[in-house]
């Protein structure tokens, strides 16, 4: 079952280390837009526009945004061009292109559960821990953080498995360099697409299990802290 080509470990390890990084950024940019669209102050219409804006991943086609970040990214769009003319390389077609890709794909599944998470808990708590005395900083690790965990550990968990499964926007943006941006998901498909059935069935059978697991995770910390609804 694990017999595994070479081939098959690159791809692992360049899919691991994408979700990795992505789960960490994600973590550091969803945390503040959630608590603004969950408690901030401002213009209804913007926070819906706002909204809406983190949750387009969710209903657009992932070739559609692959395709804008490709002509965004590559040499010709306004950041590849521009990388260039600093004499640095464009995006497109390297793991940082893909990287930031990924970013924007999974934020829904980052900023969602946290946002749910800040809603339940209100701003009371942070008003009265600043009352007090409290910094910031104090308020966010002594209250938020430990009041909040299971929708941190719920949005990395998703962050990190949907990193894992993308399909088009990294087969658009990245292509399928070994070593470099062919993501285990786009591996599948070259197994498939050349009749390797037997190498296709370990890597997707590795990847339901996995997926299965991380539902499992996610339902059991619900039932747990009651705090997170998917």
């Known amino acids: 079952m694990l017999d595994l080509s070479p081939t ?56 559609v945004l692959g395709f804008y970040l490709l002509v965004l990214l590559g040499p010709a769009g306004p950041v590849g061009s521009t990388l260039e003319s600093w004499g640095l390389n464009h995006l497109a077609f390297t793991f940082q292109g893909i990287l930031i890709g990924s970013v924007i794909y999974s934020l829904p599944f980052a900023v969602q559960p946290l946002q749910q998470a800040f809603a339940n808990l209100g701003r009371r708590p942070v008003e009265i821990a600043g009352s007090l005395g409290a910094g910031r900083i104090d308020r966010f690790v002594t209250v938020i953080l430990p009041m909040t965990r299971g929708g941190f550990i719920v949005a990395a968990t998703l962050a990190f498995a949907h990193t894992l499964g993308e399909f088009g926007v990294i087969l658009m943006l990245g292509g399928a360099i070994p ?52």
């Open 8 to 63: 098959d470990w690159m791809a692992i390890e360049v899919t691991l280390k994408l979700a990795l990084y992505t789960t960490l950024i994600l973590l550091v940019i969803a945390t503040p837009i959630a608590w603004w669209l969950a408690n901030g102050r401002g213009s209804p219409g913007v926070r819906t526009a706002v909204q809406a804006l983190v949750a387009l991943p969710l209903v657009l086609p992932p070739t």
């Open 179 to 230: 070593g470099e941006t062919q993501v285990l998901s786009i591996l599948i498909y070259d197994h498939a697409e050349a009749m390797d059935f037997d190498s296709a069935h370990r890597l997707s059978f590795g990847l339901l299990i996995f997926a299965f697991a991380v539902l499992f995770i996610v339902y059991a910390i619900n039932r747990r802290f009651d705090t997170v609804r998917l």
